[in-house]
């Protein structure tokens, strides 16, 4: 079966950095998708990988190895506001995505 | 990003009663989508429509009913709901299907809370 795994939830403190590890299992492989969620609010487009390493992006990279069914978010220079939880999606040989449950992330002082 | 606006924000309805979830993308795109999204699980694809045509049904329960009168405006009509359906439902857009182009990014709305008492 088709399957995306992610941490229920992580704890980070602000100014630091913290990595938000995503593993998939999909029928065929056209991209992982890194999406931010803020609480009651709509999820929003971070990142989008099909090729194998690390793509920045401001403070924030997302990383891709296709031969582990890996991927991660990394995000640096916390700040309070990068509370929310991240959604990992993988697309399948049909261009169907996969969504995992999210990451929900902490941000402490 | 307010390109994708979802009505009502937030629902409550009886078990009995009909109503309707109404998006709208101003982004001139011609996919939109329908997610349930339930607490600590997967977002759930609903239903898929493309140049207005329905291209996806995932086994929704028939108490659940789309329509996509055109490219911009997509709605979801209720009916003799369950308590299980409680959940928050999300509308999407992209400018494509996701599949033609598989970059495409799906812009969400900011959904609509359902509780069904």
């Known amino acids: 079966g088709q399957n995306i795994d992610q941490p229920t939830e992580m704890t980070a403190t602000e100014g630091a950095i913290v990595q938000i590890n995503c593993t998939y299992q999909t029928s065929g492989f056209n991209g992982l998708f890194w999406y931010q969620q803020h609480a009651g609010e709509a999820p929003t487009f971070l990142s989008y990988?099909?090729l194998d390493g690390l793509e920045e992006k401001g403070r924030f990279s997302s990383f891709l190895s296709r031969s582990k069914g890996y991927s991660y978010l990394l995000l640096k220079e916390l700040q309070m506001k990068d509370s929310a939880s991240y959604l990992c999606?993988?697309?399948?040989?049909?261009?169907?995505?996969?969504w995992g449950a999210g990451t929900k992330l902490i941000i402490k002082p | 990003e307010t390109g994708v606006t979802q009505t009502p924000r937030h629902l409550v309805m009886g078990m009995t009663n009909k109503k309707s979830l109404k998006c709208e993308q101003h982004?001139?795109?011609?996919?939109m989508y329908w997610y349930k999204q339930s607490a600590k699980k997967p977002l759930e694809l609903m239903f898929v429509?493309?140049?207005?045509?329905?291209?996806e049904n995932n086994s929704v329960p028939s108490r659940f009913s789309p329509e996509c009168p055109n490219s911009s405006h997509l709605f979801l009509h209720l009916h003799t709901l369950q308590p299980e359906d409680s959940a928050l439902y999300l509308c999407?857009?992209?400018?494509?299907?996701?599949?033609?182009?598989?970059?495409?990014?799906?812009?969400f709305g900011p959904g609509t809370r359902l509780t069904v008492l």
């Open positions: 999407a857009s992209s400018q494509d299907e996701v599949g033609q182009r598989p970059t495409d990014t799906q812009y």
């Open positions: 429509y493309n140049f207005k045509e329905q291209t």
């Open positions: 990988n099909v």
């Open positions: 982004l001139g795109h011609n996919a």
């Open positions: 999606a993988g697309m399948d040989s049909n261009y169907q995505l996969i």
